[in-house]
T-cell receptor, first 113, second 109 residues
Framework: DAGVIQSPRHEVTEMGQEVTLRCKPI?????LFWYRQTMMRGLELLIY????????DSGMPEDRFSAKMPNASFSTLKIQPSEPRDSAVYFC???????????FGPGTRLTVT | AQRVTQPEKLLSVFKGAPVELKCNYS??????LFWYVQYSRQRLQLLLR??SRESIKGFTADLNKGETSFHLKKPFAQEEDSAMYYC???????????FGTGTRLKVLA
């Protein structure tokens, strides 16, 4: 099992551009999480889905951020337009019902210049 | 408010010395707490959970409800323990986790 898969691993873009991050959870896991990691704020939960439905998006910074989960094996996090302060590592994680352990992907390092 | 506080961004200790990574929480219900670890070039992974009362890689953590703390301890640090450590709180009845800001542990030879 490859675990949680994220793409791209690195993304460098210019301010104002649209950025799309992708995640494939572990098969059979029905909860999916998007986190942002920065030096100053640590690991922040942006949004999580249960059975493809967004449950809590209170951590999404602003309307520039949006996330979708069209099916059980795929999710996207989109930033439009991107800003330099969005530079961070974005993690996707998944878990299955009844388990308290989250499995993290390798992360996408986003740099907005 | 639900909050997890890790007061130290960086903790440096010598090999063989005891280690204590501090974690305090603010939560009105019965807390479910975890420690996650991220070794260099590896994924963030679960180290231990308070419910299990287990010792993993020599680390233990005791929930102290009076002090609202869940400090991570190891009696003798090893160089391979160098990593980023996150304390996390699971919000009851949900899959929502609140993470602290993390503590980077450096074990010096």
């Amino acid at each position: 099992d490859a675990g949680v898969i994220q793409s791209p691993r690195h993304e460098v873009t210019e301010m104002g551009q649209e950025v799309t991050l992708r995640c494939k959870p572990i098969s059979g896991h029905n909860s999916l999480f998007w986190y942002r990691q920065t030096m100053m704020r640590g690991l922040e939960l942006l949004i999580y889905f249960n059975n493809n439905v967004p449950i809590d998006d209170s951590g999404m910074p602003e309307d520039r951020f949006s996330a979708k989960m069209p099916n059980a094996s795929f999710s996207t996090l989109k930033i439009q337009p991107s800003e330099p302060r969005d530079s961070a590592v974005y993690f996707c994680a998944s878990t299955r019902t009844g388990s308290s352990e989250q499995y993290f992907g390798p992360g996408t390092r986003l740099t907005v210049t | 408010a639900q909050r997890v506080t890790q007061p130290e961004k960086l903790l440096s200790v010598f090999k063989g010395a005891p280690v204590e990574l501090k974690c305090n929480y603010s939560y009105s219900g019965s807390p479910e707490l975890f420690w996650y670890v991220q070794y260099s070039r590896q994924r963030l992974q679960l180290l231990l959970r308070h419910i299990s009362r287990e010792s993993i890689k020599g680390f233990t953590a005791d929930l102290n409800k009076g002090e609202t703390s869940f400090h991570l301890k190891k009696p003798f640090a090893q160089e391979e323990d160098s990593a980023m450590y996150y304390c996390a709180l699971r919000v009851g009845g949900t899959y929502k986790y609140i993470f602290g800001t993390g503590t980077r542990l450096k074990v010096l030879a």
